[in-house]
């Protein structure tokens, strides 16, 4: 079907001067702030010494190449790919949302999506260790990240149920309810850390302000085939996202199943959401500001923008990341610090912009 | 409002004279004097206050005790609780028609004790200081606060030549080893302690190396900072069912490169006797001297814990 039939605008014709360097800045910034991560830690590998500790260099003769290689492999690098692979979940879901919302100010965390994961979380840390968790406890570990995911699914299962009526969804409706809901997760978090011990209760604050530290490969395999698959998924929807900016009916008289897309939209960021929120706790303002900063710069056009959402979130959380577990080496900066004290003042410029624009 | 303000420092005024004429004043945490009229019901906050005063024969005129006030088990059993020390509200405290308030520094929050000091209940901040002269000054506090200052000099006696003990068998140490204690492992992040920690001060006083001293209290560390530390022994709290295990250590991915792991060196001990920095620390820290260095099992043998042998309780 031709976009120029539908009336639409064509969306490369969106894009702006900056877009072609986009394209292909993006990439070479994300090998970039991989290289700078992966030469940052608390066990010091200098870039001279890289490439033998990745062991591509035939110089194997430093007795510190064998600890080197050891970090690496099992620490490092898992977690440089689980802090790429969240961040492009994170900026993506985002990036969906706005879209679904036609908000450009929407995110998984403001229709406690978030909230209601940490929520779960919060409840496993603190009943894991009570009479009522004792029988889960040999699963402990395993049990943190499946009630997280657990809970955001079920949270946007109550907001999809609460907005739907009669095989019609209503956007409006969602948000509201979903400020609702992040509200009343956050009560629960506030009662769970009412109850809970000196150790739960740092487990719990730490939780809520997000780290990767704990990333291993199997977290890091289970993040690629989501993100693989949800990309794959998003540019599906990318052209009914597009239309839906003109509104609901006029997406729908363009042929778009309007109902379908707010479905598998939904789904998608609540299972992006989801699966970042289990690896590393709640990480804000990534989903504002990544789609946001690039709509500014290649224009609002769903089939570039998710990508590019993914590379720019997979670039800014490894950059955190890298931050996170060296500014306070040997202690860790929790991310969701860093990515709200760079997330918070965009946001705040983004909605002086938008106060411009309105003539207020 | 304003007739608060200025009644406020009067009724103080009042209490502190009252209890001057009684004898008693014990200098607190917050810097103050507080006169003390009658010990004779006490809420004790802090599982090591309640610790003391058992020690000192002073059950009976304990009137409610806080929810770390673990050991011995009869105080949790025999004793209204007001809750977690953290925590506290003063309506639960001043319910229970208290004449004295023992408070671990650090319990809270901060409007109920200042509620507390406002109701006249006189209340005092035990200063809580992770050292040996930290415990025995925290021993003869509670002591002179119950006016018993000849049983705390008893008890604090006993402590004292239990550390003088210890100390001897660090000293036979020839080489400390280095420990990591490790609060939590959730989800794979490590909270260990840092400086200025009772597992800091225990592991030292047992004769071995906190491998954590780049920052202070408990944070989750980071992996690569647990390889660079190269603990030789992991150390934690078994408290029932939420202990760390040590499977979980060794599967550690930052673990498993350390000397801990391969030599499969993982030990966990009772929180509050660990942590507590109570009358038993000096046999606490004797404990884990020995797990870390079972060659001074024969110098130990013919120790014996003149804390737990002595009666201070007349």
Redesign the interface.
């Known amino acids: 079907m031709s976009v120029v039939a539908d009336g639409v605008r064509r969306p490369a014709r969106s894009l702006r001067p900056a877009g072609p360097l986009i394209v292909i800045g993006l990439p070479i910034l994300l090998a970039g702030a991989v290289t700078v991560a992966l030469t940052m ?3 010091g590998i200098p870039l001279g010494r890289l490439p033998a500790a990745l062991g591509l260099s035939a110089d194997q003769a430093d007795p510190l190449t064998a ?1 080197d290689q ?2 690496l492999w ?3 690098i ?2 440089i790919a689980a802090a790429a692979m969240v961040g492009g979940l994170l900026a993506v879901s985002g990036a969906v949302m706005q879209g679904l919302f036609r908000n450009p100010l929407a995110d998984p965390a403001l229709v406690g999506v978030s909230s209601g994961g940490a929520f779960a979380a919060a409840a496993a ?1 603190v009943f ?2 009570s009479r009522i968790g ?1 029988s889960l ?1 040999f699963m ?2 395993e049990l ?2 499946l009630a997280a995911f657990a809970g955001s699914l079920a949270t946007t299962m109550i907001l999809y149920a609460i907005a739907s009526r009669a095989g019609r969804t209503s956007i409006a409706i969602f948000l509201l309810a979903g400020l609702a809901i992040a509200a009343i997760a956050n009560a629960g978090i506030g009662l769970l850390v ?1 109850v809970a ?3 739960q209760l ?2 719990i604050t ?2 809520l302000l997000g ?1 990767l ?5 199997p ?1 890091a395999a289970t993040l690629a085939p989501v993100l693989a698959v949800a990309l794959v998924a998003c540019l599906s929807v990318a052209r009914g996202l597009d239309v839906l900016v003109l509104g609901e009916a006029e997406a729908f008289h363009s042929g778009v199943n309007v109902e379908r897309l707010k479905r598998i939209s939904i789904v998608l960021v609540s299972a992006m959401t989801g699966v970042a929120v289990s690896v590393c706790g709640v990480v804000g303002f990534v989903g504002i500001v990544v789609p946001h900063l690039l709509r500014l710069a290649i224009g609002p056009a769903h089939r570039l923008l998710l990508p590019a959402s993914a590379l720019l979130g997979a670039i800014l959380m490894t950059g955190a990341d890298t931050l996170a ?1 060296t500014i ?5 900066m ?1 991310i969701g610090i860093l990515t709200a004290a760079i997330g918070a003042p965009f946001f705040l410029i983004i909605l002086l912009r938008q106060r411009g624009l309105a003539g207020l | 409002m304003t007739i608060c303000r200025r009644l406020l420092p009067l009724l103080a005024i009042a209490a502190a004279g009252v209890a001057q004429a009684a004898g008693i004043t014990v200098h607190d945490a917050r810097d103050r004097d507080i006169g003390i009229d009658n010990p004779a019901r006490v809420v004790a906050i802090g599982g090591a206050i309640t610790e003391i005063l058992y020690a000192l024969g002073f059950e009976d005129r304990i009137a409610g005790v806080d929810s770390t006030s673990l050991y011995p088990e009869a105080a949790l059993h025999d004793k209204p609780n007001v809750g ?1 020390m ?2 506290l509200s003063a309506e639960g405290v001043l319910g229970l028609n208290p004449s004295l308030v023992l408070a671990m520094q650090g319990s809270g929050p901060k409007e109920a004790i200042e509620v507390l000091d406002a109701a006249r209940t006189p209340l005092v901040l035990v200063p809580e200081t992770f050292s040996e002269q930290g415990l025995l000054d925290k021993i003869r506090l509670v002591g002179r606060a119950m006016g018993a200052e000849p049983r705390a000099e008893c008890l604090a006696g006993a402590v004292a030549s239990d550390l003088a003990q210890l100390r001897e068998l660090r000293g036979r140490v020839a080489k400390p080893v280095r420990v990591m204690f490790v ?2 492992l ?6 260990a302690a ?1 400086r200025n920690t009772a597992a800091n001060e225990i592991i030292s006083l047992a004769g071995a190396f906190n491998a ?1 001293d ?2 202070d209290g ?8 647990i ?3 190269r603990p030789d022994v992991v150390l934690s709290i078994a408290r ?3 202990s760390v295990e040590a499977e ?1 250590v060794y599967a550690h ?2 673990f ?2 350390t000397p801990a792991a391969s030599n499969k060196a993982f030990i966990s001990m009772e929180g509050l006797y660990l942590l507590g920095f109570g009358p038993r620390t000096a046999a606490a820290a004797r404990d884990l001297a020995l797990k870390l260095y079972p060659a001074l099992a024969p110098q130990a043998a013919t120790l014996a814990s003149a804390t737990l042998n002595v009666d201070c309780r007349r």
């Open positions: 830690g608390a066990a600890r050891l970090v099992s620490i490092r898992p977690r840390i894991t260790d004792n406890y402990q570990n943190l990240p009412f011990d000196d150790r740092r487990d730490f939780w780290s530290s704990g990333a291993t490969w977290k577990r306070v080496a040997p202690a860790e929790p | 977690y953290r925590q609060m939590s959730l989800n794979g992040r490590v909270m840092g954590i780049g920052y408990y944070k989750i560390v980071n992996d690569e900072a390889v660079a530390a029932g069912q939420d979980a991915p930052a498993a490169l």
